[in-house]
């Protein structure tokens, strides 16, 4: 696994979202760790210990529940419109795990990930010639008062 991935196993296993999941590989390492993951694709098949989901992320097909995901990983696969809602399905405490290629027609870079995940704690991040990653912690909001 590459290095950005490995910081996940370090986490509390929950509930994650694998999207643009491909093969599953990343899916079954998580779920391997104790993750309930679900896993979408356009053509995924069947992964054991996994619940797949076949939907087309581009024509938005699935839609991603507000708040109901402990981590969602979208490695290699770069679509801008699903940041905002991949944020919104985060819990407050999950972590968001991105990475895309910076060259190409579906290119990307880590400035497009920290601008659309801004206030949320690096866990690691990095860009180099061929792909950008972010890890990050969307950290739970004081709701005190300072009266």
Not at 31 to 48: H, K, L, S
Request: charged share 25%; aromatic share 10%.
């Amino acid at each position: 696994m590459p290095e950005p991935i490995d910081r996940l196993s370090g986490l509390t296993p929950g509930q994650a979202l694998d999207l643009a999941a491909g093969s599953g590989r990343y899916s079954v390492w998580l779920a391997e760790r104790g993750w309930e993951v679900t896993a979408v694709d356009i053509a995924i098949g069947e992964i054991p210990g996994v619940r797949t989901i076949r939907a087309d992320l581009y024509k938005h097909e699935y839609r991603i529940v507000p708040d109901s995901w402990d981590l969602i990983l979208c490695w290699l696969y770069w679509q801008p419109d699903l940041l905002q809602e991949i944020a919104r399905g985060v819990r407050h405490g999950g972590v968001v795990a991105l990475a895309g290629k910076t060259r190409g027609r579906f290119a990307t870079s880590l400035a497009n990930y920290r601008g659309a995940f801004r206030g949320w704690r690096e866990i690691a991040s990095g860009e180099d010639e061929t792909r950008a990653f972010l890890v990050a912690r969307k950290e739970l909001v004081d709701q005190t008062n300072d009266l």
